[in-house]
């Protein structure tokens, strides 16, 4: 029996439940026990957990002497391993307890014991030492198993799996966009990542969503092959680009001295992008459904060789997530139904001022702010749309349907997702006057809420 340099991982069969474990414990007065256990859980790399399922006194040791030994077998090559546990906590709820007991639920129904087999919490143990115990009749383990481990267990696939539930939990649209880039910074470290959404009519691509920059991006514009971004909205097709920083370098060097021998004229300017200015590495993927492209989804980082083909693919997965809830919001009926919590409004923002002044100028469907740029095109003209009904009618609430349907608004015909444009809208709003809110009160139907007196006026094309 000797000490082996054994990952927790490594033993993935052992933790699948085909051959009973045994559990080794004694009370505080040295008295032993031993007693079987039906499966032992990997949690992660350092830690497993057992089932709490009667009063024994396995647990009644643990609670005076919080050691274990427990003896494993991988069933493939019948090698034991004994792990040397240290008791930490017990969970009753949250998703490994879930887990664990809807497989003792499943096993129990199946033998008639449902009344009986009840789990009443998950038994986390620290896995001090790993140890193979020799003597067992074992053989060589079968070539094509020895892919299995980084299957079952990596945590890649597992991060991947929790962002698939929470992005599928989402109550709306504007909740989706958001989840997805904080999960890509909160499980993959991608901290520096926005969402741009196709304009079909315009050939460009807005900002909608950002995470990790100083300044909120939300507005911004690229056209459809302009650098990184429009290149892959055009070509419909994944792009990453590692040392960006040093490749623009070349390009300006090659640019300067074109610049010298013909003449500036010559060139196409330089397109200034959303973003860090000084990138090393970047990707972005486009977000498909059936062989349109709604938006482009953008990582960057200033480090060298840090956004590589993992980030690449899942990226690509998180974008197939976003792509498919857009359509979605697309599809949906704008009936109008009750207000789900997730969505309610937020609370009235107290505002140092008593009056915001919004002009709106028709040469171009800008509106500017008590003098400052707000917003641009549809979007700008649905916001004046409703300050002007608000104004000329008192009207505080609005649906979705009969803004659609107001032709001076000069929507697509094609069906539009008129959703992501108000999410925009109510992004700008927030940035520029916050005490001026577009609230949710709905799926189709949303509300003016403001403490302040709104002044309007416009300037002619």
Known sequence: MGTVALALKDLWPCFEGIIPATIATCAKDGTPNISYVSQVHYVDPEHVAISFQFFNKT???????????????????????????????????????????????????????????????ADIYAVRRIERVEGFTSWPVPAQDERLPSLFIDPNLHALRVVAEQLNRTECLGELLETALRCLDEFFGLRHTMLLLVD?????????????????????????GDGLIGMVATA????????????????RAVRNRAEALSGSETLCREIPLPG??????????????????????VAESLEPLTLLIREEAVMAIVAGHLASGIDQSAQEADD??????????SPPVHSAVTQRSFCFYHADDCIFVDGEYLIKNVPG???????????????????????????????????????????????????????????????????LDTSVNIILSEKPA
């Open 236 to 251: 419909k097709l994944p792009l990453r680009l590692s040392g960006l920083d040093h490749t623009l370098r070349y390009a």
């Open 59 to 121: 647990r009644k040791n643990i609670a005076e002497h919080p050691f274990a030994s427990v003896m494993v077998l991988d069933p493939r090559a019948m090698q034991a391993y004994r792990l040397s546990l240290r008791y930490e906590r017990s969970e009753s709820s949250g998703p490994l307890f879930q887990a664990m007991s809807l497989q003792l639920q499943a096993i129990a129904s199946h033998a008639g014991m449902s009344d009986v087999f009840r789990l009443r919490a």
């Open 276 to 297: 860090l200015s000084n990138a090393s590495t970047q990707i972005a993927v486009p977000l498909m459904i059936r062989h349109r492209c709604l938006g482009v989804l």
């Open 200 to 224: 079909e009519k315009r050939r460009t691509l807005q900002t909608i969503a950002s995470r990790g920059y100083d300044e909120n991006g939300v507005g911004s514009e690229v056209g459809f």
């Open 381 to 447: 003209r649905i916001l004046w749309r409703i300050l002007k009904q608000h104004q000329d009618e008192q009207r505080v609430e609005f649906t979705n349907r009969e803004l659609r349907m107001d032709s001076w608004l000069g929507l697509p015909e094609w069906k539009d997702n008129f959703e992501t444009r108000l999410i925009l809208l109510r992004k700008r709003l927030e940035q520029k006057c916050p005490d001026v809110r577009l609230v949710p009160r709905g799926r189709g139907r949303f509300a």
């Open 336 to 345: 109008p139904v009750a207000v789900e919590a997730s969505i309610t409004a």
